[in-house]
């Protein structure tokens, strides 16, 4: 480049990025400099500066550099050694996102379309959604108008780095005078710098997370103050104050009371029990002895606080008072040595057709959502009766599907006009509410076998639905992005929470009525407080869709599963994650907490129930705290089925767990 192209690219630069004094005052010194030269500080003099210029000069909206750019940052990046491979492959992602937006955002539309194209698989594996969003992303005026790709704009990532593959990465990029690639990861892009050897690429969960203007946001909401305790004066709180909880030796005696009632229908069917009940002493006996571990155990653990409800709750009926106190009263206290029995219930000939599957508190129902848009329910004692232990799933002519007087096992629920999403049964087991991609919720009698009320609100496919504990208020979530609050008497929503960035895809109440938190597409979970409609936490941390979620007993923590098979374990009154769970390798579809808080329940697509050890996690040190040393929680066990997803889980008043999905045949 001679002289008077550099001072035309300076000029013309500096006017287009508004530094118009400057402008001017380099033109008036040119102007006074015509028949001479510049003094020593003249930029022609540096041939440093003279290349840095040429670098810009090329073409600037030249489509080609970021092609060429990323491809040659990319081959270097894979051909590093695999110690640093890991780490320096986390800055291929966002640098990729944004050329292609840049690519868009200066009209290049074919030119960004090629490029995304040619380098899409290396991402699919982890962001393929994200992909998908942003393969609408096709003109300038969109990187304003979808909400997605401005927050990608706004934000910066930051990414967690050894100081041995920062130094390598800044030195190639110096290096090769790769200006271009060099811009985009200083302008979107913070590097958390630590000293040691890298991190192996599943340790750290916190390795890639976004900052910016949605962080400040999330910081400033998480300020806010909740209440997370129990409500006052609920039947947990009377047992506690009248210390009417009973003895392991107690139980024992009260359940051979009950028991007699029943052994005079059972004895034909209990042939040879008599030679078990040496087995069963020596059970007995060591039930006795984890029970007491257990109880040390919880005994450690603070009460919860004490608040009051937001909401008018429903009065309770005496019958279902007295029979929850009874569950309560005979709860098996569960710990890392003494876990729970599983009780599980496989629909069989669903070919493909099972969409969701909710379980009743005691275990006596069982409902399955299906894409005919048809709800099933099973009375559990029915089935036993009639002799058949499989949940049929197909049509009525199915001779296993109907019982000997010629009836079907089941009782058939039709109404929604297309598939059912979710299904979920109230407290008492007397009603059912049930999604759909019709986009209704419906509220059915289990006892009148009746469709009772339809409810309009959502715009499209309605994911969720949830009865309150306490049940009359229910809330659903759907792919309009909002979450609503509804009673059951009323035909209208109460509340409604928008916020997220997508699909809200699982809904779940807060123990104490007061909050329901919810999890999206957008890779969020979201706390919002039911009386106000406002979000008052946002959790950040999952790397895909939000699928599952549950609240410990004591309201303080919740369990969130996501599309990629990570559980995360947060604390609700700081917004911080504990631990991540990592084990399971599909999605986790449903997260159930014991009844005493200390075993988390969580059933995923690849066909396995875990137990996972919730005490060691929440029991952290502050040394610990401080090196940020959290992932403690422990897999306890495993509980494949054959070939069988799990679709819901529930564990019972009396910790009982129950789980339900649908046989699939393998792929052959």
């Known amino acids: 480049m001679d002289p008077e192209q550099v001072d035309e690219f ?95 955002g200066k009209g290049h539309t074919r030119e960004a379309r090629a490029f995304f194209n040619s380098f899409r698989k290396d991402h699919e594996m982890i962001h393929l959604r994200d992909l998908q969003k942003l393969e609408g992303v096709l003109v300038p005026s969109h990187l304003e108008e979808m909400e997605f790709a401005r927050s990608l704009r706004q934000s910066k990532v930051n990414i967690k780095i050894c100081q041995y593959s920062y130094d390598l990465l800044l030195q190639y990029l110096h290096r090769t005078e790769s200006t271009l690639m060099l811009g985009i990861i200083n302008e979107h892009i913070n590097f958390q710098v630590y000293s040691g050897q890298p991190n192996s690429s599943s340790d750290d969960i916190d390795a890639v997370t976004i900052v910016g203007s949605f962080q400040e946001t999330a910081d400033h909401i998480n300020q806010k103050e909740i209440q997370w305790g129990l409500l006052e004066d609920s039947l947990e709180d009377r047992l506690e104050k009248t210390g009417s909880l009973l003895s392991d030796s107690e139980k024992g005696q009260g359940e051979s009371k009950d028991g007699d009632v029943d052994d005079s229908k059972k004895r034909s069917n209990e042939i040879g029990k008599q030679g078990s009940s040496l087995k069963k002493l020596k059970k007995d006996k060591a039930g006795n002895a984890t029970a007491k571990v257990a109880r040390q155990e919880t005994s450690i653990v603070s009460p919860a606080p004490r608040v009051k409800p937001e909401l008018a709750l429903p009065v309770m009926s005496t019958d279902v008072e007295e029979s929850i106190l009874e569950d309560l009263r005979n709860r098996v206290q569960l710990s890392s040595v003494a876990m729970p029995s599983v009780s599980f219930y496989t629909f069989v000939n669903t070919h493909n057709g099972l969409n969701c599957a909710s379980i009743s508190h005691d275990g006596s129902l069982v409902a399955g959502g299906f894409s005919d848009s048809s709800i099933k329910v099973w009375n559990m004692a029915k ?14 002519t199915n001779d296993q599907n109907v019982g000997p007087n010629g009836r079907r096992n089941y009782t058939l629920l039709l109404g929604h006009s297309g598939p059912v999403y979710s299904a979920t049964f ?28 339809c409810y309009k609100g959502h715009n499209y496919p309605v994911w969720d639905v949830q009865f309150s504990p306490f049940g009359h208020y229910f809330a659903s979530c759907s792919h309009d992005r909002t979450a609503r609050i509804w009673s059951m008497d009323r035909v209208q929503p109460l509340r409604i929470m928008a916020g997220h960035l997508s699909d809200v895809d699982c809904v779940q109440w807060h123990p104490n009525c007061n909050y329901i938190a919810t999890g999206s597409s957008d890779k969020t979970v979201r706390l919002w407080d039911v009386q106000t409609g406002e979000c008052v936490r946002i959790f950040i941390g999952h790397r895909s869709m939000v699928l599952s979620l549950a609240m410990s007993p004591d309201g303080r923590y919740m369990a969130s599963g996501d599309e990629d098979g990570t559980i995360m374990m947060w604390d609700l009154s700081t917004a911080r994650c504990i631990t991540p769970l990592m084990g399971h390798n599909s999605c986790v579809w449903s997260l159930s907490y014991s009844g005493e808080g200390s075993l988390l329940a969580s059933g995923s697509a690849d066909c396995t129930v875990k137990l996972w050890d919730v005490t060691s996690s929440t029991k952290l040190t502050k040394a610990e705290e401080k090196n940020g040393n959290t992932n403690r929680l422990r897999s306890l066990r495993t509980f494949p089925t054959k070939s069988t997803p799990v679709h819901a889980l529930r564990f019972s008043r009396r910790n009982l767990l129950f789980a339900a999905g649908a046989l699939s045949k393998p792929a052959s």
Not at 384 to 392: H, I, K, N, P, V
Not at 437 to 448: E, F, M, P, V
């Open 10 to 104: 300076v000029m013309g630069y500096l006017k287009k990025k508004g530094f118009n004094s400057a402008a001017k005052q380099l033109q008036e010194a040119l102007h006074h400099n015509n028949g001479g030269t510049f003094n020593s500080t003249d930029y022609h003099n540096d041939p440093e500066l003279t290349k840095l210029i040429r670098s810009f000069s090329q073409s600037e909206n030249d489509p080609t550099r970021y092609r060429d750019g990323y491809s040659k940052l990319r081959s270097w990046a894979y051909n590093s050694l695999d110690l640093y491979k890991h780490e320096l492959l986390r800055v291929m992602y966002p640098v990729f996102i944004h050329c292609y937006m840049d690519l868009v």
């Open 383 to 396: 089935i036993g009766q009639a002799g058949s232990g499989a949940l049929q799933g197909e049509s009525d």
């Open 426 to 453: 109230s407290p008492p087991g007397d009603f059912v509410l049930s999604s759909s991609a019709d986009t209704t919720i419906r509220l059915w009698s289990t006892q009148l076998n009746a469709n009772l009320v």
